[in-house]
């Protein structure tokens, strides 16, 4: 496929997707949804990508759903637009690998809502970020009345959907949306870093870690707790477990 909006590099285990339609700050429209379910058929198979990063090109990460787009729209295009979109979203969350968004500048409505399915979120200390849908008579649509809560707090989400405040990058750490701070030019030099970190582990423990965290989160304490026993146990069928413990106890790095 010859895409239009997205760009992409995949070097060294890492996978970097930038949103490119600055033009519209990167606003999602039904070909980004197309073509980047094009790239997550791509990249679910390889086995060589460890960690995705997602990013945005110029002045915004996204600057929401995209609102020339969705103002044609009548109810069952409406609909459409929506189950896409939710379904793009819940594809990331459950991707088997990490997913880093490197917030570079606005992460509005639909862009936050991206950021939020991402596993966390890095930012420049010029990011902004919020929900302000309510501005246009609407509520959102990909999930965030959900993940917002779950992420910052049930009384942050309600204060930023009802206030459609837009919030620094400083109080996006605060409230917990945000894992860490960069000065600008510096947020992609520390996102690789830090996808590359994950990325040198060579077990399935990245990938499984995920899983039973996302997957934990909706179950009841004992359940998640079983499950996570469950797959203790069944790391020790693993080589790649057995040569990290090996490798602790014969002080040397672990060859994965
Ligand atoms: N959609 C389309 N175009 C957008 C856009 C967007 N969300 N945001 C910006 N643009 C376009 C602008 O129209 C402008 O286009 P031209 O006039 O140059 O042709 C260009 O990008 C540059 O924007 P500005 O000139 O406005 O740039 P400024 O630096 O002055 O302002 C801004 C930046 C981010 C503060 C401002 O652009 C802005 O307020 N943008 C809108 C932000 C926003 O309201 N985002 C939320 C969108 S609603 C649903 C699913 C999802 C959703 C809803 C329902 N269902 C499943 C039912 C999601 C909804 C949203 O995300």
């Keep these: 496929m010859n895409y239009e909006i997205l760009k992409i590099n995949i070097a060294d285990r890492v996978a970097v997707v930038t949103i490119s339609r600055p033009s519209a700050l990167n606003a999602l429209n039904t070909n980004f949804f197309k073509e980047f379910n094009h790239f997550l058929d791509d990249l679910e198979p390889r086995e060589d990508v460890k960690v995705l990063v997602i990013t945005g090109e110029g002045k915004a990460f996204v600057a929401g759903a995209d609102i020339a787009e969705m103002v044609h729209m009548n109810s069952d295009e409406g609909y459409a637009f929506s189950t896409f979109g939710q379904r793009t979203f819940d594809r990331l969350e459950q991707l088997r690998i990490p997913v880093i968004a490197a917030v570079n500048g606005y992460a509005l409505g639909g862009g936050c809502e991206l950021a939020m399915a991402c596993d966390f979120r890095i930012a420049s200390k010029l990011a902004k970020f919020g929900q302000p849908e309510m501005n246009l008579g609407m509520i959102p649509g990909y999930a965030a009345t959900q993940r917002l809560s779950r992420i910052a707090g049930i009384g942050n989400a309600l204060y930023l959907i009802l206030t459609a405040d837009t ?90």
């Design 167 to 256: 919030i620094s990058a400083d109080d996006a750490l605060r409230i917990g949306l945000v894992q860490k701070l960069t000065e600008p030019e510096m947020l992609m030099e520390e996102v690789m870093k830090l996808a590359s970190k994950i990325a040198a582990n060579g077990s399935q423990a990245v990938p499984t870690s995920k899983r039973i965290i996302r997957t934990g989160i909706s179950m009841g304490f004992q359940e998640a707790s079983e499950m996570e026993a469950v797959e203790f146990g069944k790391q020790f069928n693993d080589e790649a477990t057995k040569e990290g413990m090996k490798a602790f106890l014969e002080k040397r790095k672990p060859t994965w």
